[in-house]
């Protein structure tokens, strides 16, 4: 199984800074990638970006005008991404998952989907 821990939401004014982190670990997987996602109040969720091994991040098409804002890192070595904004907005404001993608370390090394418990992002206007 893998575990993913993420912390770091709360209330913030617009304009406001924060920083997520997501923490992997457990045995028996790999991890191929991990991702963060974010669903706002009567929406669905939805993707914002991935991180690969290597830590190099792909940003979802439809999140393309939060590069801006936001930016997303990853520590190798300890397995953890973050997900850091320094010009929230109130349309900011939803739960923010991190999941992970990994592939058992034995056969058949089916792949599966992990994700983590959601931070709640509150940006006040």
């Known amino acids: 199984q893998v575990q993913l821990v993420e912390s770091g939401g709360g209330l913030v004014q617009a304009g406001g800074s924060l920083r997520l982190s997501c923490e992997a670990s457990?045995?028996?997987?790999?991890?191929?990638?991990m991702a963060w996602y974010r669903q706002a109040p009567g929406r669905q969720r939805e993707l914002i970006a991935t991180v690969a091994r290597d830590g190099s991040t792909t940003w979802a098409d439809s999140m393309e005008s939060m590069k801006g804002r936001f930016t997303c890192s990853k520590d190798n070595a300890k397995n953890i991404i973050y997900l850091r904004s320094d010009s929230l907005k109130p349309e900011d404001t939803a739960v923010y998952y991190c999941?992970?993608?990994?592939?058992?370390?034995?056969?058949?090394?089916?792949?599966?989907?992990?994700w983590g418990q959601g931070t709640q992002v509150t940006v006040s206007s």
């Open positions: 457990g045995g028996g997987f790999i991890i191929a990638t």
């Open positions: 999941n992970a993608r990994a592939i058992e370390t034995a056969p058949p090394f089916r792949a599966y989907d992990f």
